[in-house]
């Protein structure tokens, strides 16, 4: 989000985030951002997850996700 804003700080309340993350999973945090207009495209970042990072997204869960983005 920090890099989509061009920000060079970003404050957050790491519980808050915590507890969401937990609950819905990084891949369900993206989602709601980009519902919620935080973020423009997820596709790039959760593709960025899975190259850079090594992030593992089953194939189907993966197009589910696109597909419910309409991305």
């Known amino acids: 989000m920090a890099q989509e804003l061009s920000a060079s700080l970003l404050l957050i309340d790491e519980k808050a ?25 997820a596709k790039p ?12 997204v089953d194939k189907t869960l993966y197009k589910k996700i696109m597909n419910l983005l309409e991305e």
Do not use: N, P, S, Y
């Not at 989602?31 to 495209?41: D, L, N, P, R, S």
């Not at 970042?45 to 593992?56: N, T």
């Open 17 to 41: 985030v915590r507890k969401i993350a937990e609950e819905m999973g990084l891949l369900g945090v993206i989602a709601q951002a980009k519902k919620k207009g935080v973020i423009t495209e």
């Open 45 to 56: 970042m959760i593709d960025e997850l899975i190259e850079k990072a090594g992030f593992f």
